[in-house]
């Protein structure tokens, strides 16, 4: 549905990264973890692609949803002159989001920078113990680990490339320690973050014979699976299909993608 939400706030988090909130109610009561909102960025011409943001929280009861990003490129740093009270076109909420864990199953959750969003609002959503695997190259793009351990039963295990802060090393090094000691343990990976990362993730899924769910940030233009503008190879079966991340995604089953043609 497209929804003209207007601004709570939008902040400055650390390192390039910021939080913006919107207010929609009607996105905000049909939405669902793993999902995300096409966004019209103000301020660009009028035929500049809507950009798509993983949903990092959702607030039914207020309407509120909170998106976490990065500047990386000529929309996001447009948005940077985004304020309270403006209002901003959204189309949302779109995709296939995440499935919950079966019952007596512990999800592990593995983020890459802002690949940490959708993962808090499935562990908040999720209401259960989980571990949250979290990667970056320094303290600085680990994010948001105060609000997974605000919720009092989110366990924390940070990893940066130059050891500023918890495991020096991929994301993949506690995670793999922690699967070491506990090689019994029924769980469900769910993960968020780089090709290479999601890769990884999908080979431990499999390799582990445990249930794997990766999320895809894909460059989009229509965001609802008519342009045909974020394909990726997938298997079916003994075959192989094209899949829209925008519609068939973002979050797609381990085992499922050709990573020989996935997007790096």
Do not use: N
Request: proline content about 8%.
């Amino acid at each position: 549905m497209q929804s003209e939400t207007t601004v709570l706030s939008h902040e400055p988090l650390q390192a390039g990264y910021r939080l913006l909130r919107l207010v929609s109610p009607s996105i905000a009561a049909a939405a669902r973890p793993g999902q995300f909102v096409h966004v019209r960025v103000p301020g660009l011409d009028a035929g500049a692609l809507r950009r798509p943001f993983s949903l990092c929280d959702v607030a039914p009861e207020t309407g509120v949803l909170t998106i976490l990003y990065k500047e990386v490129g000529r929309g996001t740093a447009a948005m940077r002159t985004i304020r309270a009270g403006d209002a901003v076109d959204v189309l949302g909420p779109l995709g296939k989001g995440f499935p919950p864990p079966a019952e007596g199953v512990l999800p592990l959750l593995i983020g890459g920078g802002f690949g940490v969003a959708p993962l808090y609002y499935l562990a908040r959503t999720l209401g259960r113990p989980c571990h949250l695997f979290c990667g970056g190259r320094t303290a600085q793009d680990i994010l948001l680990t105060d609000w997974f351990a605000q919720l009092g039963f989110c366990e924390v295990h940070p990893a940066t490339d130059d050891g500023s802060l918890g495991v020096r090393g991929l994301v993949t090094a506690p995670l793999d320690a922690w699967r070491a000691a506990h090689p019994e343990t029924r769980v469900a990976l769910y993960a968020c973050g780089p090709a290479p990362m999601l890769r990884a993730v999908d080979e431990r899924a499999l390799a582990w014979g445990m249930p794997g769910y990766l999320s895809f940030d894909r460059r989009m233009a229509c965001g609802i699976g008519a342009c045909l503008g974020c394909t990726q190879k997938i298997r079916a079966g003994e075959a192989t299909a094209i899949a829209r991340v925008c519609a068939d995604g973002p979050v797609f089953k381990a085992g499922m993608i050709v990573w020989e043609e996935a997007q790096q």
